[in-house]
């Protein structure tokens, strides 16, 4: 049973399409989270729910949703995707505290 | 604020020790965290130290944390090639909703 996953685990697009990335866990936690990583490896937090609701939102692109239907899921959906969206996407989710991060293993994105 | 930096690159002979090292600057984090990436992979997490510790051993892992320097490091004992992959340093903090903060990844290349 995979405790975190995402879906698709790639994602070739032309620009200027509207895409979704889904992500869901199985561990019970409360709290999940989109991250990014670039193209050096770079990784960045964009957005963090907790129990659905959203706790932390960086400097991100509003083009850039995510959306929680309920505490087991968060999707990110992208409008109008551009060259330098592409990446790899990675959602973790985490107990209530800080430790017991658990990642999912990722969605990349190319943008073409 | 929040920075966290690595050393990019590292180049050890199987069985050899090999000792990643990591600063931070924020030192109200409360755990800081060691992280595996092997290519194409998520992010596996490999241990973690509470900010009130100077020293975990886990297996061939030992994690020292120095608070003064805010400086962590993590030795691995009798390096095998499976152990090559990208190492992340990450921290957090609770009042900070739990987001990870992480070093630039450090390239840890094992020789036969």
């Known amino acids: 049973d995979t405790a975190v996953s995402q879906t698709p685990k790639y994602l070739v697009t032309q620009m200027g399409n509207d895409k979704s990335i889904k992500c869901e866990q199985n561990?019970?936690?409360?709290?999940m989270y989109w991250y990014k990583q670039d193209s050096k490896k770079f990784l960045k937090i964009m957005f963090s729910y907790n129990n659905k609701e959203l706790i932390i939102n960086e400097t991100v692109p509003n083009r850039f949703s995510p959306k929680s239907p309920d505490k087991a899921h968060l999707n990110l959906h992208i409008n109008s995707l551009e060259l330098g969206d592409s990446a790899v996407y990675f959602c973790?989710?985490?107990?209530?505290?800080?430790?017991?991060?658990?990642f999912g293993s990722g969605t990349r994105l190319t943008v073409v | 604020g929040e920075d966290v930096e690595q050393s990019l690159f590292l180049s050890v002979r199987e069985g050899d020790s090999s000792v990643i090292n990591c600063t931070y600057t924020d030192s109200s984090s409360t755990y800081l965290y060691w992280y595996k990436q092997e290519p194409g992979a998520g992010l596996q997490l490999l241990t973690y130290i509470f900010s009130n510790m100077d020293m975990k051993q886990d297996q061939r892992l030992t994690v020292l944390l120095n608070k003064k320097d805010k400086h962590l490091s993590l030795r691995i004992a009798d390096t095998q090639t499976g152990d090559s992959a990208i190492y992340f340093c990450a921290e957090t903090y609770y009042n900070q909703g739990g987001k990870l903060i992480f070093g630039q990844g450090t390239e840890l290349s094992v020789k036969p």
């Open positions: 561990l019970g936690h409360d709290t």
């Open positions: 973790a989710s985490s107990p209530i505290g800080q430790y017991g991060y658990t």
